[in-house]
């Protein structure tokens, strides 16, 4: 993606992303710092929607089945791809790790992510601490979160109290489903932290944290439903501030650990995902190694913590231009992409 990137012309630049999820802070970001801007959109709905906002220059209807010529027609037109939190859901994961566009951050990390275990062995290396995970449900001795591979939302996810519950249930159900993971349910507030990582300034900014709003664990069930955790939103939080530093070493240790085990670099956004415990030890049970949805929950007036790196309100689509501009005015775009 390096040569491609020598090719496009700077003053040309466009920045392009998926039409969904971050599409309107990521675009917004990027009109503010003055690149043309692209929304490819897999449907005619979606792409009605984006078509209404003077910041999008143009909107596309493509099948994002068929994302290499999508992609193709981007590196014609001069133009990064933004990659966000929905994105390897719609053109999936293979696509993704082959799209022949420059593409935002750590690319091979997707390959990392499609994975549960891998991808706790990445949080592992990170030395933060992460729910215990049980190879059988006969070592369980506590309260567990059954995860089924590839469950969107958490939909299909489900909680035993016990070893008893859980063997009881997963009888019932004729056996575990293919690549279950059974973790160690941590008792405590959700809490989602956003970084980003920045090659331009050499460092990792703690921006941003929240909430997500999800269905049944959320709802007013009244005992009437099992719990669920489909997203729904995003509520913004700020931190314990005594709680920073420890949540900014996270940040950077995943940073490093990426490096080790990946070996790439981190650029632009991540997230680490984790559950607060009353005794305020954190415990991260998932990341997400490109911009997350809680961000929006700071769209158009900045994130709390972008004012103590830049003396100004920030949000994460005008962070990631920040950079990108940057970026393109040292010489050093393909520190960004991959
Ligand atoms: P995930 O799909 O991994 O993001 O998980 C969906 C939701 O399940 C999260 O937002 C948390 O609220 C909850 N969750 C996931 N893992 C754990 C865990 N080990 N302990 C407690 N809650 C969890």
Redesign the pocket.
């Known amino acids: 993606m390096a040569q491609a990137l020598k090719r496009y012309d700077p003053d040309r630049l466009a920045v392009a992303t998926i039409a969904s999820h971050t599409a309107l802070q990521i675009l917004r970001g990027a009109k503010r710092y003055g690149f043309r801007t692209i929304a490819v959109a897999g449907s005619e709905r979606a792409a009605e929607f984006y078509r209404q906002f003077g910041f999008i220059d143009e909107v596309w209807r493509a099948d994002l089945g068929n994302f290499r010529k999508v992609a193709e027609s981007l590196v014609e037109s001069c133009a990064v791809l933004v990659p966000h939190g929905s994105y390897v859901e719609y053109v999936g994961w293979r696509q993704a790790l082959e799209a022949p566009v420059p593409t935002l951050g750590c690319r091979e990390l997707i390959a990392w992510e499609a994975d549960q275990r891998k991808k706790m062995l990445l949080l592992e290396r990170a030395g933060v601490q992460t729910?215990r995970v049980y190879r059988s449900a006969s070592e369980v001795d506590g309260p567990v979160?059954v995860?089924l591979p590839g469950?969107k939302?958490?939909r299909g996810?489900f909680i035993a109290r016990s070893r008893e519950e859980l063997e009881a249930r997963v009888r019932a159900s004729g056996g575990l489903a293919e690549g279950a993971v059974i973790?160690?349910?941590?008792i405590g507030v959700?809490a989602y932290y956003h970084y980003f990582a920045s090659p331009v300034y050499e460092r990792v900014e703690v921006f941003g944290a929240d909430v997500?709003y999800?269905s049944n664990?959320d709802g007013r069930t009244l005992g009437l439903a099992e719990p669920t955790?489909v997203v729904v939103g995003n509520l913004p939080l700020v931190l314990r501030e005594s709680l920073l530093p420890t949540v900014w070493r996270y940040g950077v240790q995943f940073a490093r650990a990426v490096e080790e085990l990946v070996g790439c670099s981190m650029a632009g956004p991540y997230c680490l995902?984790s559950?607060i415990r009353d005794d305020l030890t954190i415990v991260v049970?998932?990341f997400s190694g490109r911009i997350v949805a809680g961000t929006n929950t700071y769209m158009g007036y900045g994130s709390p913590y972008s004012v103590l790196y830049f003396d100004r309100p920030m949000d994460m689509g005008e962070r990631i231009a920040h950079e990108i501009r940057e970026a393109a005015r040292r010489g050093r775009l393909e520190r960004l992409f991959s």
């Open positions: 729910p979160i995860k469950a939302g958490g996810y973790q160690e349910y941590i959700p997500r999800e664990v955790f995902e559950i049970f998932e």
